[in-house]
Nanobody, 113 residues
Framework: QVQLVESGGGLVQAGGSLRLSCAASGSIFMASMAWYRQAPGKQRELVAAIPTGSSPNYADSVKGRFTISSDNAKNTVYLQMNSLKPEDTAVYYC????????WGQGTQVTVSS
């Protein structure tokens, strides 16, 4: 029933920034939210998460560069990505857990060297 719509991906130069958005069809107040990414030929990996009732956590590879945040009034979770590196290139997926797991369709982020 829950739908997630992602936006904000694109092509950027190394060192640049992007902000990804994930708009949910309902309230995210009680949900755990996260961003995952999957590069070609690689496993999907957790990038950042806000577990319900917990502080945000990040993959070691993005600590200090990425920030996950949420806006409950807009039912939206964001991923601010700064100092992007070519190795950040991947399809980024929004994830929501609220009794069940929900995934967005993914948005492509490409970082050129």
């Amino acid at each position: 029933q829950v739908q997630l719509v992602e936006s904000g991906g694109g092509l950027v130069q190394a060192g640049g920034s992007l902000r990804l958005s994930c708009a949910a069809s309902g309230s995210i107040f009680m949900a755990s939210m996260a961003w995952y990414r999957q590069a070609p030929g690689k496993q999907r990996e957790l990038v950042a998460a806000i577990p319900t009732g917990s502080s945000p956590n990040y993959a070691d590879s993005v600590k200090g560069r990425f920030t996950i945040s949420s806006d409950n009034a807009k039912n939206t979770v964001y991923l601010q990505m700064n100092s992007l590196k070519p190795e950040d290139t991947a399809v980024y997926y929004c994830y929501l857990r609220w009794f069940r797991d929900y995934w967005g369709q993914g948005t492509q982020v490409t970082v050129s060297s």
